[in-house]
């Protein structure tokens, strides 16, 4: 792959405490022309470290962690955060008001949107400046 097609590409930070359901997004992913999973993450503390370790365009966001929570690496990121997808089971009214106070881009139910994921990033990278 040449530097060019490097730029291109959306870095993605996916953190999920759920192993089928990471490897689902993964597949889904890899599927996704000029997209790069940068790593996968189950806990808040090592989306914490990740986000300040590596280039990422978009997280992938689940609300309830090993350890901690979605809402806790999103406090800890503050203003300077990547685009984030919300994909959680716990889309009720509360949770998607408090994600919409840190302007989250994306609110996904995993039960019924997880099918959107690739047209979203794909949106998302012809959005992405060169």
Do not use: C, W
């Not at 089928?20 to 890899?30: G, V």
């Not at 302007?103 to 959005?127: C, T, V, W, Y």
């Amino acid at each position: 792959m040449n530097e060019v097609e490097q730029a291109d590409e959306i870095g993605v930070l996916l953190v999920e405490d759920s192993p089928r359901i990471a490897e689902r997004i993964r597949e889904l992913l890899t599927q996704e022309a000029g997209v790069r999973i940068l790593a996968t993450v189950d806990s808040e503390s090592s989306a914490i470290q990740a986000l300040r370790q590596l280039p990422v365009d978009l997280m992938i966001l689940d609300l309830q962690l090993k350890g901690g929570t979605g809402f806790g690496v999103l406090e800890a990121a503050g203003p300077k955060r990547p685009m984030t997808i919300v994909m959680t089971n716990y889309a009720q009214p509360q949770y998607r008001e408090r994600a919409r106070y840190f302007g989250i881009e994306h609110f996904l139910n995993k039960a019924q949107d997880f099918e959107k994921l690739p047209m979203l990033i794909a949106g998302m990278r012809s959005q992405k400046p060169n």
